[in-house]
């Protein structure tokens, strides 16, 4: 059993700079409240459901992911809370849910693009390179993780396993060019299809993934770097 100061210092840790997290989370929604008011925004719909209602639904996948990941990566690293819970299957667990908050992230963002099409100026073929531009880093990206880094590292197993976290930094692939490279360039496939479809709504669903997936990296994923590696 705890005492009650450990218990304070562990709820602590697993709480560390997400008030960072809440601030940036509350500007960004607001600015997104904003934003749905512009010319385009409301465009749409598919499946009988309106684009305003696929915008918001993007918009809370992508929340709930990086929520979830920040409750399981601290309770695991602070509290063991998943071990507890599901033994050894505590990583399969928690990569399942983060696979598929992460792959609805993306086709919800599809959905909202293909509802809200054309609403952005200009001919779409100008946007459709574009698309076709942003997709190369990204496709890199996702080459270079699953060739160098590894897919179970990329979702954080080293919060799970201690073994982990003796291994090297990877600076090979598209990891040559930055340390960053999931929050650089892997999102860029959410701009895919906003580019692709012309899409204002999307865009900016795209803007703000990007944008709050930073949020993460400096409220979650980099205090838990300097705890895990010193």
């Known amino acids: 059993m705890l005492t ?28 997104l409240m904003l934003a749905v008011q512009l010319d385009g925004m409301q465009a749409g719909m598919l499946w009988g459901i309106s684009t305003t209602v696929w915008f918001w639904i993007a918009v809370g996948i992508a929340i709930a992911h990086q929520v979830n990941v920040w ?24 990569a399942i849910g983060f696979s598929i908050l992460g792959l609805s992230r993306v086709v919800v963002v599809f959905i909202l693009a293909i509802a809200n099409r054309g609403t952005l100026p200009g001919e779409e073929w100008i946007y459709q390179i574009l698309a076709m531009i942003a997709l190369v880093p990204a496709f890199y990206l996702f080459y270079s993780v699953k060739r160098y880094f590894g897919f179970r590292r990329a979702f954080g197993i080293d919060h799970f396993d201690e073994s982990y976290r003796n291994l090297p930094f990877v600076r090979k692939g598209i990891f040559r060019y930055t340390r960053n490279g999931m929050y650089v360039y892997g999102f860029l496939i959410l701009w895919v299809p906003a580019l692709w479809y012309a899409s204002h709504a999307a865009l900016v669903v795209a803007m703000f993934n990007h944008l709050y997936i930073w949020v993460h990296y400096y409220a979650t994923e980099l205090p838990d770097i300097r705890r895990i590696y010193g």
């Open 71 to 94: 409750f399981c990566w601290r309770t695991q690293l602070h509290a063991n809370l998943l071990s507890r819970v599901f033994g050894r299957y505590e990583f399969s667990v928690y």
């Open 4 to 31: 009650k100061q450990e218990k304070k210092m562990t709820n602590r840790l697993i709480s560390e700079k997400q008030w960072l997290h809440v601030v940036c989370l509350v500007i960004l929604v607001v600015l």
